[in-house]
């Protein structure tokens, strides 16, 4: 006799009728979903992906030189315009990161720290000597300065190396040259008013000329652009202070 139970199989994945019925009847477990291989996707190819600003920005200055000769870039003025942009950006920021200290010089280093240059380049020289009180104060401010105005170049140098015999009652002494020549000096810490804070140097320093430069205002900013830069960072200052001093009364 013939067993009546034998069931067909069909292939693996597929159902059968009587496997539909089973299902049904709740007797067999409900069928697994086919098998489907995800949709193929090539990998991308990065010539491909079209340029933009992000794509420039992405790059270090070696490769934007190498890209002076792409001919992609040639085809769109715009990305080969903000490629410059880009690298003259670049480049002024090493520039700038030059400075951001007072740097110690010696005597023999002056003329080429100093008298030598560049034109573009402000330098504020402090003659000072160890031990007096006032240098230390002005020593401060210009310090804080130099922080703040890292494209301004900042030295100190002890007086007497810098000029035989200086008298120590001029101490401390500025000067500020540019372009190879002496453009003010400023001689002992009353120059800088009754109360010798990093401002009001700055705002001294800038009465005739855009001495102090942040590098954010363009290769030559105007003496007003400087002023008005000096002038807000006092009026944060004074703000934030005022605020700690508010934060301590409320907290008694």
């Not at 409900?30 to 992405?58: G, I, L, T």
């Not at 190498?66 to 992609?72: N, V, Y």
């Not at 020549?181 to 120059?191: I, T, W």
């Not at 006092?234 to 907290?251: Q, T």
Request: charged share 35%.
């Amino acid at each position: 006799m013939a067993d009546y139970h034998f069931v067909y199989k069909d292939v693996e994945g597929a159902s059968t009728q009587w496997d539909d019925i089973q299902r049904k009847l709740g007797n067999l477990p409900p069928k697994p979903p086919a098998f489907k291989p995800s949709a193929f996707e090539p990998a991308v190819d990065p010539d491909s992906v079209p340029k933009d600003k992000s794509w420039v920005d992405e790059k270090t200055e070696e490769e934007l030189e190498e890209l002076e000769d792409d001919p992609d870039l040639d085809d769109d003025r715009f990305l080969e315009e903000y490629r410059k942009k880009r690298l003259a950006e670049m480049r002024e920021a090493t520039k700038i990161s030059r400075f951001g200290s007072v740097m110690p010089i010696s005597g023999s280093d002056f003329v080429r720290e100093v008298s030598q240059a560049p034109p573009d380049v402000w330098v504020v020289v402090i003659l000072y000597k160890d031990g007096f009180a006032e240098c230390g104060l002005l020593m401060q401010c210009l310090e804080e300065l130099a922080r703040k105005y890292p494209a301004t170049k900042f030295v100190k140098i002890i007086s007497t190396d810098c000029i035989p015999n200086y008298p120590d009652r001029n101490l401390p002494t500025v000067l500020v040259y540019n372009n190879g020549a002496v453009k003010a000096n400023y001689v002992g810490l009353r120059s800088f008013g009754r109360r010798c804070t990093p401002e009001g140097v700055a705002l001294v320093l800038c009465q005739s000329d855009p001495v102090l430069n942040d590098g954010q205002s363009g290769s030559d900013p105007s003496r007003k652009t400087v002023l008005e830069g000096v002038r807000k960072r006092l009026i944060e200052k004074v703000v934030a202070e005022h605020e700690d001093d508010d934060d301590g009364s409320s907290s008694d």
